[in-house]
């Protein structure tokens, strides 16, 4: 009984949340114990929408654009994990250097078979990197010995 339970959240794990897991253990004749696993999968849920909470409309419709491969694919921790890459590499790639994403909180319908993601932004700002006075290095190596990447953008340090 306690695999079944792994069995049922490894499914709901992987957005099938309305997956039904019968365990019926028999005793055969023979005095061999039969364990008949039933699993009636269901419709995975769906990623309906995802939005994204700032008051910045340019970069909503930005990052509406880039989470639109996402809809309509079953919900996932990796499809959430890959949405939310996403994000951070288009606010390194932009210089939104001070971004952090809150979130997702989730908006199931009735029947858990879709759900809206929401995020909130905090610090959307972009940024400008000018250097005075370098010579001997372009502005592009020293941007690039910065290391500024998805995961330490920039903060206080």
Do not use: M
């Amino acid at each position: 009984y306690d695999g079944a339970e792994r069995v049922k959240d490894l499914y709901g794990r992987n957005g099938f949340f309305n997956a039904v897991v019968n365990v019926s253990p028999t005793v055969s004749s023979q005095g061999k114990t039969l364990i008949e696993i039933d699993i009636q999968e269901k419709n995975p849920c769906t990623i309906r929408a995802v939005e994204f909470s700032t008051s910045y409309k340019d970069l909503n419709t930005a990052l509406q654009v880039r989470a639109k491969k996402y809809l309509g694919k079953p919900l996932t921790e990796l499809q959430v994990i890959n949405l939310e890459k996403d994000i951070r590499s288009y606010f390194t790639t932009n210089k939104i250097l001070s971004a952090n994403i809150q979130g997702p909180q989730y908006d199931y319908n009735k029947d858990r078979s879709q759900v809206t993601l929401i995020y909130s932004l905090d610090n959307p700002y972009r940024y400008v990197l000018s250097f005075e006075g370098n010579k001997f290095y372009s502005q592009t190596e020293l941007v690039d010995k910065l290391e500024i990447e998805d995961r330490k953008q920039l903060s206080s340090n």
